[in-house]
């Protein structure tokens, strides 16, 4: 299965800025999926991010708080935008490796204080 | 929209003791399923998937899953847990080409 790499892999962040999150995985993939996880609970799908195409946002998620480019087939990038205390929170970046079996990045764990 | 109910937050056992954690899904048309693992300080791992054929799947480490379309169900089960199945454990339904997941449940094993 492919290996992804997160950067950063955590950061503390002041309220009212930016923090971009890069996810490099070492082989073509054609979908790259953006999940965050809130202390104590599940993953939720944030995006799904396709190579030349506009992301596709899942409900209450948007694209002026969290834009993401997807250049090529290995790389994709999630901007948390205009932070609050609320967007604390472990990113995970996942592509599919075979038909719906995802597969996982580490994470980036962000602390906004 | 889709959603999956994962029923046991946090549940405690001895090892040897036997495991079973129930998964419910709300979609009732085709769907692939997943149970995937997170120990302490480590990736999400799949432990074992469902898309078709014999309802009962076995994956990783001595755990299974049984498939029952009529209850809308996929509980995982291990007949004998050990300290190393601490972690947390998530099922997953297939959401177009992404996955939803289930809050969760804590596994501790006490040795």
């Known amino acids: 299965s492919a290996v992804i790499s997160q950067k950063p892999s955590r950061d503390i962040c002041q309220r009212g800025t930016s923090l971009t999150i890069q996810c490099q995985v070492d082989?073509?993939?054609?979908?790259m999926f953006w999940y965050r996880q809130q202390p104590g609970q599940s993953l939720t799908l944030i995006a799904t991010a396709n190579q030349g195409s506009e992301a596709t946002y899942e409900s209450g998620f948007v694209i002026d708080k969290f834009p993401i480019s997807r250049p090529n087939l290995t790389f994709s990038t999630l901007t948390v935008s205009n932070m609050s205390p609320e967007d604390s929170s472990i990113y995970l970046c996942?592509?599919?490796?075979?038909?719906?079996?995802?597969?996982f990045g580490a994470g980036s764990r962000l602390t906004v204080l | 929209a889709q959603s999956v109910s994962q029923h046991n937050h946090h549940v405690i056992l001895s090892e040897a003791a036997s495991l079973e954690l129930g998964c419910n899904y709300s979609y009732g048309g085709t769907v692939n399923l997943f149970w995937y693992v997170q120990y302490p300080g480590q990736h999400l791992q799949l432990l074992l998937k469902y898309f078709s054929g014999d309802p009962l799947v076995k994956g990783i480490k001595g755990f299974e899953a049984e498939f029952i379309k009529s209850k809308f169900s996929f509980n995982l089960r291990k007949p004998s847990v050990q300290w190393s199945d601490t972690a947390e454990y998530f099922c997953?339904?297939?959401?177009?080409?992404?996955?939803?997941f289930g809050k969760g449940t804590t596994l501790s094993v006490s040795s």
């Open positions: 996942s592509v599919a490796s075979g038909a719906n079996v995802l597969t």
């Open positions: 082989s073509q993939v054609t979908m």
């Open positions: 997953a339904v297939t959401h177009g080409t992404a996955l939803i």
